[in-house]
């Protein structure tokens, strides 16, 4: 079946604007992850959706970074005054419910902030 | 909080060789353990998941090995192939977060000569 897609693959924008990045997640799984990875940098954690419950926001970096997901399904991200060092790759990963949480990533959007 | 170590951020080897990569964790023993495969320019793949109370886990040329008394786990590829190379990561639950959150090491990247 169709694994977690994201779109754009790739945004270039100017310093101060606002982007939205989108991502569909495997049909079925309810749990929805966003992560950021910067050049040679591990996994960082931004925000997580469970089901019906409330969004884990811990990891967003600042009041500048937002992300709904409607119906339970299609999630999007959205970083507003956008800075330099929100250039990175922001990877979206899906997952059933339930321990192990086995997750699938889409293929990431690169984002470049000039 | 939990940490994660992957000791080597390179490993080189010769094709045919065994590749050995090492996750270390602090404070508590998670539930499970996870590994994944992270190609330039794409999302991390999921490989493998070892629990608790599993000592070693094996797939195709993979095995993983879990010891809760070290807190580590041992990622070893058998008769390794250029293939291989690629970023390893291993991820375990977030029990200071969301249920279902896993934090991510920084990965070993792996390079398999012919």
């Known amino acids: 079946g169709a694994g977690v897609s994201q779109s754009p693959s790739n945004k270039v924008t100017e310093k101060g604007k606002d982007v939205e990045l989108r991502c569909d997640p495997i049909?079925?799984?309810?749990?929805l992850y966003w992560y950021r990875q910067s050049l040679g940098q591990g996994l960082e954690f931004l925000i997580y959706?469970?089901?019906?419950?409330?969004?884990?926001k811990s990891g967003l970096p600042s009041d500048r970074f937002s992300a709904e997901r409607t119906g339970g399904s299609v999630s999007t991200l959205t970083i507003q005054r956008t800075q330099q060092e929100d250039s990175a790759v922001y990877l979206c990963?899906?997952?059933?419910?339930?321990?192990?949480?086995?997750?699938?990533f889409g293929p990431g959007t690169r984002l470049t902030v000039t | 909080s939990q940490k994660i170590e992957q000791n080597s951020e390179a490993l080189n080897i010769q094709e045919g060789k065994t590749a050995t990569l090492t996750c270390n964790y602090t404070?508590?023993?998670?539930?499970?353990l996870q590994w994944y495969r992270q190609d330039p320019g794409r999302g991390p793949v999921f490989l493998l998941l070892?629990?608790?109370?599993?000592k070693e886990k094996r797939k195709e040329r993979l095995k993983v090995t879990f010891d809760t008394t070290l807190k580590q786990s041992l990622f070893h590829i058998t008769a390794s192939q250029p293939a291989d190379s690629a970023t390893y990561l291993c991820?375990?639950?977030?029990?200071?977060?969301?249920?279902?959150?896993?934090?991510f090491g920084k990965g070993t990247k792996l390079s398999v000569k012919p």
């Open positions: 990963a899906s997952s059933l419910v339930g321990p192990p949480y086995e997750q699938y």
């Open positions: 049909s079925g799984h309810t749990a």
């Open positions: 959706f469970q089901g019906n419950s409330a969004p884990d």
């Open positions: 404070n508590y023993s998670p539930a499970y």
């Open positions: 070892i629990r608790e109370n599993e």
């Open positions: 991820a375990l639950p977030n029990y200071g977060g969301s249920q279902g959150n896993l934090i």
